[in-house]
């Protein structure tokens, strides 16, 4: 049980084009997902939180017009890197928290993006 | 904030020794203590976690220990194996997790 989804696992795309990645909660319903994003040998950095139906709240430093993200079910997340530059190049990685169980997170596989 | 420390960020462990993994953290409101084993190029896989209520918790070869008072969980790992080798990250939260820096934990054969 407990498992999350993303998709694509990775994705190599052109300066300027913009690219969306789905987290999905494949076996229970997440009331909160949560969008990391992670460079080589880093710890997770946490870039936004999201609430099914509400808008999502970004961290310090995180640019919503970039990163917009979208939770239309308790089991679909989506995060989509507008007008994406080589610096958006990482690893970005969504969790996703049970209602049963709302300070636990379980993440998905991780989307690497590599923008030319 | 929440301000999480982990050491060391490199460890190196004979097959079949113990391992164990450090975390401090400051916010005396954090409740819920996680451990994750990241494999390179995957998402962290919750390994174990423990609660502000609970002193230790043991699944099989993994245990974590928490002291409220000093404000420490550790992550102990017995009988190593190959396989355990990957990056371990701890974690801390009121509410958002706040992670560790990481340990790259290594066990030759």
């Known amino acids: 049980g407990a498992v999350v989804s993303q998709h694509p696992s990775w994705v190599i795309c052109k300066s300027g084009t913009s690219v969306k990645i789905e987290c999905r909660s494949l076996?229970?319903?997440?009331?909160?997902m949560f969008w990391y994003r992670q460079f080589p040998k880093q710890s997770l950095m946490l870039m936004a939180t999201?609430?099914?139906?509400?808008?999502?709240?970004?961290e310090q430093g995180v640019e919503k017009d970039k990163f917009l993200i979208n939770h239309a079910s308790l089991t679909l997340s989506t995060l989509t890197v507008t007008s994406a530059h080589p610096e958006d190049s990482s690893f970005y990685i969504c969790?996703?928290?049970?209602?049963?169980?709302?300070?636990?997170?379980?993440f998905g596989p991780g989307t690497r993006l590599t923008v030319l | 904030g929440e301000n999480v420390e982990q050491h060391p960020s490199t460890l190196s462990v004979q097959e079949g020794d113990s391992a164990v993994i450090k975390c401090t953290y400051s916010?005396?409101?954090?409740?819920?203590f996680p451990w994750y084993k990241q494999e390179l190029g995957k998402g962290p896989q919750l390994i174990i976690d423990?609660?502000?209520?609970?002193g230790e918790k043991k699944d099989q070869r993994i245990a974590v220990t928490l002291n409220k008072t000093a404000k420490h969980f550790s992550l102990h790992i017995t009988e190593t194996q190959p396989e355990d080798s990957a990056v371990y990250f701890c974690a801390a939260t009121p509410w958002a997790l706040n992670f560790g820096k990481g340990t790259s934990l290594l066990v030759t054969p």
């Open positions: 423990i609660r502000s209520n609970v």
């Open positions: 999201s609430n099914e139906g509400s808008k999502a709240t970004y």
């Open positions: 076996d229970f319903q997440a009331t909160t």
């Open positions: 969790s996703a928290a049970p209602q049963s169980s709302t300070d636990t997170q379980y």
């Open positions: 916010d005396s409101a954090s409740n819920y």
